[in-house]
């Protein structure tokens, strides 16, 4: 195995590029998987610009495929050379957050309480997968083994993209015969129309500005899409719904524009399910929150991880329930990730998402 390897790491705001790093030391606890397969995800866009804060040099990436290069001593029910996915979050277990049931917010304690979005290691406190390998912490509690027959690119959703989109709609309590408005079909928000359809909901209103993502909503289930460039959200999701508004509104782009749409469209005592990553202060107008008193939930979610998670949503695509390979639009190979970077970030030729193989 080469003592050095190929990574993307963080420069400064607007800067990502590719450097040689050390490959890592294998604790105990931990697995090196040997990447074959990741991708680039809408939070990785928000570190390039300089919106999400992370270290100079860290290797960005939380989204792994790869095979099992070296096991840790301590490792027991895996086996060198097995193929495997790792959630983007990747929670020890055994941590107050954990034991509470909320493993994405297994932060560490500091004299100022505990540490939010802790569970989120890969390419924010740790080293990430944008790499030619990669070490995965608390390799028991986080790597799931893919099943035959599986490729690369069936599962490489299920990481975050999958796993949050779903957990958008679960946090909802969408029941059966709901109604959802999910505001953005960008990867998350796909899957949140997805993951809508699979829990019953027999009305999901799908919006967005560009044709091909509202095309790729109706395949993965939405009964109306609505271009957001051509009519007015709020008034079109009225309509549909006779007046009555959504009883779940999912909010998967990270705006004050489309947070405030969504709570607009809800009926009284529906619930926001916010999937966005906020770059600012978010308002609630007075008008749409009732004062305060309209029975409303607003809830978010950090994708859920740890290898239960992954193994069930690779059990969704396994039994032919959702298809999420055609979201991957465009293929790089780790040598041209600054270019991929710029194609992704710039949303060009109806991107979606790329698969990046070293």
Not at 138 to 146: E, G, I, Q, R, S
Not at 178 to 196: M, N
Not at 239 to 251: P, Q, W
Not at 298 to 312: D, S
Request: charged content about 20%.
């Amino acid at each position: 195995m080469p003592r050095t390897m190929k990574a993307a790491c963080f420069v400064r705001p607007g800067r990502i590029e590719l450097r040689e790093k050390t490959v890592p030391e294998v604790g105990p606890l931990d697995a090196l998987l040997r990447v074959t397969t990741t991708t680039i995800c809408g939070t990785d866009v928000h570190i390039l610009k300089g919106e999400y804060p992370v270290a100079e040099g860290l290797t960005i990436g939380h989204e792994p495929v790869g095979v099992i290069e070296r096991l840790g001593s301590a490792v027991k029910g895996y086996r060198e050379g097995q193929r495997v996915i790792a959630g983007a979050i990747t929670p020890s277990g055994h941590s107050n957050a954990c034991l509470c049931g909320f493993c994405a917010q297994d932060g560490a304690g500091t004299a100022h309480g505990w540490k939010p979005i802790g569970g989120w290691k890969f390419g924010n406190t740790i080293d990430g997968c944008q790499a030619e390998y990669v070490l995965v912490p608390d390799a028991m509690a986080n790597l799931a083994p893919v099943p035959d027959g599986l490729s690369d690119e069936q599962v490489l959703m299920c990481p975050d993209i999958m796993s949050t989109g779903f957990g958008g709609a679960e946090s909802g309590g969408i029941r059966i015969g709901d109604s959802v408005a999910v505001f953005a079909q960008g990867p998350i928000g796909l899957c949140a129309t997805a993951g809508a359809r699979l829990m019953g909901a027999t009305t999901i209103i799908a919006m967005d500005r560009v044709p091909g993502r509202l095309e790729m909503a109706r395949r993965l289930g939405a009964d109306h899409v609505v271009d957001v460039s051509k009519v007015d959200a709020v008034e079109e999701v009225r309509r549909l719904t006779g007046g009555r508004g959504v009883d779940v509104a999912i909010e998967a782009l990270g705006t004050q524009q489309t947070f405030e749409a969504a709570l607009r469209v809800l009926r009284p005592g529906g619930t926001l399910s916010s999937l966005g990553v906020y770059s600012s202060d978010l308002r609630i107008p007075l008008d749409a929150f009732a004062a305060g008193l309209g029975d409303h939930r607003i809830l978010t979610t950090l994708c859920p991880g740890g290898k239960e998670r992954m193994r069930r949503l690779m059990a969704v695509i396994e039994s032919g329930r959702v298809d999420l390979k055609p979201m991957v639009t465009h293929r790089f190979p780790l040598d041209r990730i600054e270019e991929a970077y710029d194609f992704f970030a710039h949303q060009r030729d109806g991107v979606l998402k790329v698969a990046i193989t070293p």
